[in-house]
């Protein structure tokens, strides 16, 4: 089957440095895709050659099955919005708008009438008249979304939409942009460095590092089955325990043997186990002492509301473990620093990595 988009191969170069090194990436009708990694990891670069911007060095760069990787950015169709608003302070929203719909060649009428149709879809009828100035850095970045949106655009590339905004807009808008983006249908790729972003609002994170492609999954894929140190560190937090592997489901951290699911990794090798806070279980010391326990030492803890973050000294793993308890947890009152307890790290949670 032919995915509506797909990269194959795509290399790019800035003089010696080494941007991009075969970049493998199909995306599918529907689909909202996030470009995610570290700063300086090739995401703007990528998307910028999607967009035509940039042109790749090596690889294709198909829509449709048709190779589009010669077309200037006009001729591709593509609706783009990025982090700055980019409107035209002495034109108003709606002509905002409608200027994106000249390439069209609409008529002014239907213009008018399609602007007024977009300042509805994004929630801004009543503002149609007012200059960029007038309006907040949202309601801006809502005009720049129905104007990228306007012409019908064969695919919508999101630069970074709303780091420029404060918290609480930022987080109300990702939602608006999701569920336009469903209601649509319309295929995304937005490019964000922030991992709750693109975990709340992708269909699929695409990982980046290093200009290459790390790990690509569904956000509970890279978060519960990640694949890499990398990935693991990056998205969520995770206690990485240095271990060697022992049998296809036990490893030895230290002088322990840890039960874990079966890994792929040969007996003898060096690997890293990871466990997410939240799935560490912290029990009173003495109880349930089954597989994969042992006694810690708590050393502080950090109310956060609706949960209490701690860190403990585990000796016989000779690591600080980070743990999360729910806000109603039983063992909760008993956690004075300096006191003991047991803890657990369940067989199902631990990820066994290549170190
Ligand atoms: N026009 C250019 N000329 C030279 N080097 C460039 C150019 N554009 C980008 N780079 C370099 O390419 C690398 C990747 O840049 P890119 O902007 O794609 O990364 P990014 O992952 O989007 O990072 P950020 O989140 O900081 O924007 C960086 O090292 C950057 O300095």
């Not at 895709?33 to 090739?42: D, E, K, T, W, Y």
């Not at 994004?122 to 200059?131: E, F």
């Not at 939602?175 to 209601?183: D, H, N, P, T, Y």
């Not at 509970?220 to 990640?226: A, K, N, S, V």
């Given at each position: 089957?032919?995915?509506?988009?797909s990269?194959?191969?795509v290399?790019?170069?800035?003089?010696a440095?080494?941007?991009?090194?075969?970049?493998?990436?199909?995306?599918?009708?529907?689909?909202f895709?996030?470009?995610?990694?570290?700063?300086?990891?090739?995401k703007?670069?990528?998307?910028?050659?999607?967009?035509g911007i940039e042109?790749a060095?090596?690889?294709?760069?198909l829509?449709?099955?048709?190779?589009?990787?010669?077309?200037?950015?006009?001729?591709r169709?593509?609706?783009?919005?990025f982090?700055?608003?980019a409107?035209f302070?002495n034109l108003t929203a709606?002509?905002?708008i409608?200027?994106?719909l000249?390439p069209t060649?609409?008529?002014a009428?239907?213009?008018?009438k399609r602007?007024?149709?977009m300042?509805?879809l994004?929630?801004?009828?009543?503002?149609?008249?007012?200059?960029p100035?007038?309006?907040?850095?949202?309601q801006?970045q809502?005009?720049a979304l129905?104007r990228?949106?306007?012409p019908n655009p064969?695919?919508?590339?999101?630069?970074e939409?709303?780091?420029?905004?404060?918290?609480?807009v930022?987080?109300s808008?990702r939602?608006?942009?999701?569920?336009?983006?469903?209601?649509l249908g319309?295929?995304?790729?937005m490019?964000?460095h922030?991992q709750?972003e693109?975990?709340?609002?992708?269909d699929?994170?695409?990982?980046?590092?290093?200009?290459?492609i790390?790990?690509?999954?569904?956000?509970?894929?890279?978060?519960?089955?990640?694949?890499t140190?990398?990935?693991?560190g990056?998205?969520?937090?995770?206690n990485?325990l240095?271990?060697?592997v022992?049998?296809?489901d036990?490893?030895?951290v230290?002088?322990?043997?840890?039960?874990?699911?079966p890994?792929?990794?040969?007996v003898?090798?060096?690997a890293t186990?990871?466990?997410?806070?939240?799935?560490?279980?912290?029990?009173?010391?003495?109880?349930?002492l089954?597989?994969n326990?042992?006694?810690?030492?708590?050393?502080d803890?950090?109310f956060l509301?609706n949960?209490?973050a701690a860190?403990?000294a585990?000796?016989p793993?000779?690591?600080?473990?980070?743990?999360?308890?729910?806000?109603?947890h039983?063992?909760g009152?008993?956690?004075v620093p300096?006191s003991?307890?047991h803890i657990?790290?369940?067989q199902h949670?631990?990820s066994v990595?290549?170190r």
């Open positions: 089957m032919t995915s509506y988009l990269l194959r191969g290399g790019k170069s800035f003089g440095s080494r941007v991009l090194d075969g970049i493998d990436l199909d995306v599918e009708p529907g689909e895709v996030c470009l995610l990694g570290p700063s300086g990891c090739g703007t670069t990528l998307l910028r050659i999607v967009c042109r060095d090596q690889g294709q760069l829509l449709n099955g048709q190779d589009i990787a010669g077309l200037p950015p006009a001729a169709g593509f609706g783009v919005v982090q700055s608003y409107l302070p709606a002509q905002n409608a200027y994106g000249h060649g609409a008529l009428r239907e213009m008018a602007s007024r149709e300042l509805d994004v929630g801004l009828a009543a503002h149609a008249d007012k200059y100035v007038q309006l907040s850095g949202g801006q809502r005009v129905a990228a949106l306007a064969r695919l919508l590339l999101l630069d939409p709303l780091s420029a905004l404060d918290a609480q930022r987080a808008l939602g608006e942009i999701r569920a336009l983006q469903k209601r319309i295929v995304t790729i490019v964000t922030d709750e693109a975990l709340s609002m992708a699929r994170v695409v990982l980046m590092h290093d200009g290459r790390e790990q690509a999954g569904t956000p509970g894929e890279l978060y519960h089955r990640p694949r140190r990398f990935v693991a990056f998205v969520g937090r995770m990485m240095p271990a060697t022992l049998a296809g036990r490893v030895r230290r002088d322990s043997e840890l039960h874990c699911a890994v792929a990794l040969q003898g090798a060096q186990v990871g466990i997410r806070p939240e799935q560490v279980v912290v029990r009173r010391f003495g109880d349930g089954g597989a326990s042992f006694a810690a030492r708590l050393l803890t950090e509301g949960r209490t860190r403990l585990c000796e793993l000779g690591i600080e473990i980070e743990a999360e308890l729910p806000a109603d039983r063992v009152e008993a956690l300096s003991m307890v657990e790290l369940p949670a631990l990595l290549a």
